[in-house]
């Protein structure tokens, strides 16, 4: 089964080196980046879709995806 994640943050370099590290684990993107105006607090945010291969039997939300 493929498991999803939607990364999201500030466009930043900390986001940056999230997606790195998760596309280093295997990870693969999936979609076009979105990025968004908050204009609640003025700042950019950033989102990226990805997936990954795995055999795990199931995936529910008590998963931790940083284990996957």
């Not at 990870?27 to 945010?45: H, L, N, P, Q, T």
Request: glycine share 8%; charged share 35%.
């Amino acid at each position: 089964m493929k498991a999803y994640r939607l990364i999201t943050g500030r466009n930043d370099a900390e986001f940056c080196r999230r997606n790195a590290r998760l596309l280093n684990d295997g990870w693969e993107i999936s979609r076009s980046a979105v990025m968004c105006f908050d204009r609640g607090r003025g700042k950019r945010v950033c989102g990226r879709a990805i997936v990954k291969q795995t055999y795990r039997l199931e995936y529910s939300s008590d998963t931790n995806p940083d284990e996957i």
